[in-house]
């Protein structure tokens, strides 16, 4: 919602009202609604009053400490659905079933509230919108497609299915990128504690030269100083930092396309690659399951997208859509973006052509899994260069520091 500071001229005198709206017609209309009789002069759009921004940034950060739904229960839940549904149960029951049984208290109290909306009249699609944030834009697409076709429990085990896809690669992911963080923090805590533990040793002996010390030396000694004096600072201000930028990437969507557009640049080594195929094999999966489920391209496309969380890469891909709706085909709509490789677009122009359109994203799908598995097998030996790089430098930084006075001294003995 938008502000706006809306001048009326109310019982000879005039007023200013700040409404809430929209748009600048809506708080116009809002306020002629709430003085009748007032001369509505002009309206202006303003900033939220900070009692708003306070309350706004406090939901935010509640948000951010809110446990996500784990993905394992929410898949057997899902799984549960398609089964029962299919055994013939009513959706009623099977919801309240589900939710007695389930130990996730989040999906608990979900489940439970959508079998309350089901049985006072609502559809299941309807009583799952409140819950977008928790279930995801695929499990709403699904569930609607399902309703659509009369065919809850097909719907769920393709949809869980998808999920399963979705969080197997997320984990495989995890898994490939955590020897080389522990290495990497070992490594750090290591020249932390080298520093703290050697560089006092010889302080007393540096202190003495009369000469001024080597840079390196130079930053050793300042470096231990801060982490002595200062360390708990130091670590509180890293963390607090790290917060900070994961808040404002998470709730200002200007920073957070400035960080997107970085993450996914050329330049950007190996992180960008692997962003750009998890998010294309998430993104074609999605758009090929559900296009083979009989939902249409347009809503097909929309659905997909919302799986997309990079912000650069989303704005080219809901170009697509409006294309379509220019008339264009979907070849052609992916074509102008310029993301696809132009083999994978022979490959789905050739599916609209032949009207295997499904098949030929199952391939298009296949093809980025490929892509992605292969840099997520090899991860360790692209990251390899890159850590002892990062871990000489270390060592260099450390050696150089202590053993250049060393020299200094030796040779000022023997002159």
């Not at 898994?175 to 703290?196: D, E, H, R």
């Not at 360390?231 to 709730?251: D, E, H, Q, R, T």
């Not at 102008?336 to 022979?346: A, D, G, K, S």
């Not at 060592?395 to 023997?414: C, E, N, R, S, Y």
């Amino acid at each position: 919602m938008n502000y706006f500071n809306v001048s009326i001229m109310y019982k000879g005198k005039k007023r200013l009202e700040l409404i809430e709206a929209e748009t600048k017609n809506s708080a116009i209309a809002n306020a002629r609604n709430k003085f009748p009789s007032g001369i509505i002069i002009k309206a202006e759009p303003t900033s939220p009053p900070a009692e708003i921004i306070i309350g706004q940034m406090l939901t935010n950060i509640k948000k951010s400490f809110k446990k996500k739904i784990n993905i394992n229960d929410k898949i057997a839940t899902i799984r549960q659905v398609a089964v029962m549904t299919d055994a013939g149960i009513p959706i009623h029951d099977t919801l309240n079933d589900i939710a007695e049984n389930t130990h996730n208290n989040q999906l608990k109290e979900i489940y439970y509230e959508v079998s309350s909306d089901i049985n006072a009249g609502k559809s299941l699609s309807d009583s799952m919108e409140k819950f977008r944030d928790d279930f995801g834009h695929v499990t709403l697409a699904m569930t609607k497609l399902g309703e659509r076709t009369g065919n809850i429990s097909g719907s769920y085990h393709k949809l869980a299915d998808i999920l399963e896809s979705v969080r197997d690669n997320a984990a495989k992911f995890k898994k490939a990128i955590s020897y080389p963080l522990i290495v990497l923090v070992i490594m750090i805590a290591a020249f932390v504690f080298l520093i703290m533990v050697i560089v006092p040793k010889f302080k007393e002996i540096f202190d003495n030269f009369n000469a001024e010390l080597p840079l390196p030396t130079q930053i050793l000694i300042k470096t231990e100083h801060l982490f002595s004096n200062y360390g708990i600072y130091v670590l509180s201000a890293i963390i607090l930092s790290i917060y900070l930028v994961i808040y404002i990437y998470k709730n200002n969507p200007s920073f957070k396309y400035k960080v997107d557009a970085l993450l996914i640049n050329k330049r950007f080594y190996l992180i960008n690659k692997v962003i750009f195929l998890s998010t294309m094999h998430k993104y074609t999966l999605v758009f090929g399951e559900l296009v083979r489920s009989g939902i249409p391209v347009s809503d097909s496309l929309q659905t997909a997208v919302g799986m997309v969380e990079n912000s650069v890469l989303k704005e080219k891909l809901e170009r697509v859509n409006a294309n379509i709706g220019r008339g264009m085909s979907l070849a052609e709509s992916f074509e102008q973006i310029e993301i696809f490789e132009n083999m994978l677009l022979q490959m789905i122009k050739a599916g609209e052509a032949s009207g295997q359109l499904d098949s030929m994203l199952g391939k298009v799908t296949a093809y980025y899994d490929m892509q992605f598995q292969d840099i997520i097998d090899n991860l360790s030996t692209y990251l390899a260069p890159i850590m002892m790089i990062f871990i000489a430098g270390l060592l260099l930084i450390l050696a150089l520091g202590i053993f250049m006075p060393m020299w200094d001294l030796g040779k000022a003995v023997k002159g």
